[in-house]
């Protein structure tokens, strides 16, 4: 059964940095394109940062510049490092494929505030 769990989301401060962790049981980790998602209080799930598995990266405007999503195919891992953050970042971050079609992990809280 595919896992995804999420970890390093915390409490920072704005214009703080934090990285976020996804470990991914997926026995073909390496062909799937992965992705980080975002769903703030009251509103839809966002798309955040995707990466394929070549390695080519996109984002949304709202966080582009900020945001870098990287991956280590060999453990199973996503990453995404977010710099220069802001209130409006504040949501539980979540890791998925691409499409958004595997099982849905606990997700990871970031909070930004002074």
């Known amino acids: 059964q595919v896992q995804l769990v999420e970890s390093g989301g915390g409490l920072v401060q704005p214009g703080g940095s934090l990285r976020l962790s996804c470990a991914a049981s997926?026995?073909?980790?390496?062909?799937?394109?992965m992705a980080w998602y975002r769903q703030a209080p009251g509103k839809q799930r966002e798309l955040v940062a995707v990466?394929?598995?070549?390695?080519?990266?996109n984002y949304p405007d709202s966080v582009k510049g900020r945001f870098t999503i990287s991956r280590d195919n060999a453990k199973r891992m996503v990453y995404l490092q977010m710099n220069s953050l802001k209130p409006e970042d504040t949501a539980v971050y979540y890791c998925?494929?691409?499409?958004?079609?595997?099982?849905w992990g606990q997700g990871t809280q970031v909070t930004v505030s002074s």
């Open positions: 997926i026995s073909v980790f390496s062909a799937y394109t």
């Open positions: 990466i394929t598995s070549g390695g080519s990266t």
């Open positions: 998925n494929s691409g499409r958004g079609i595997l099982t």
